[in-house]
């Protein structure tokens, strides 16, 4: 079955850096689009950045724009989101999530709190 693990999660300081990082299994990870969402406590899921099988950023949300990049590996099948220059504003749950029609899976996401 398909299975999105989260990881890299965690509290930094307003203009700091984290990695996160979806370890994939249960399917042909190479060949789907993988995406990182996010989501603030009162706030809906929004799309934070997509990428295609081949590796090119097919979307990237304009509040991290400049700060965030999206990559993966295929042959580790993971996806990563490098999250620069953060700010308060970005403390969220982040989750990976991939879609195999007609369903979205998700991860159980992780935790980003951005305060000094």
């Known amino acids: 079955q398909v299975q999105l693990v989260e990881s890299g999660g965690g509290l930094v300081q307003p203009g700091g850096s984290l990695r996160l990082s979806c370890a994939a299994s249960?399917?042909?990870?190479?060949?789907?689009?993988m995406s990182w969402y996010r989501q603030a406590p009162g706030k809906e899921r929004e799309l934070v950045a997509r990428i295609t099988p081949g590796g090119v950023t097919a979307d990237l949300a304009d509040a991290v724009k400049g700060r965030f990049t999206i990559s993966r590996d295929n042959a580790k099948n993971t996806v990563d989101l490098q999250m620069n220059s953060l700010r308060p504003e970005d403390t969220a749950v982040y989750y990976c999530?991939?879609?195999?029609?007609?369903?979205?899976?998700w991860g159980r996401g992780t935790q980003v709190t951005v305060s000094s």
């Open positions: 999530s991939t879609r195999r029609f007609p369903t979205t899976y």
């Open positions: 249960g399917f042909s990870f190479s060949t789907y689009v």
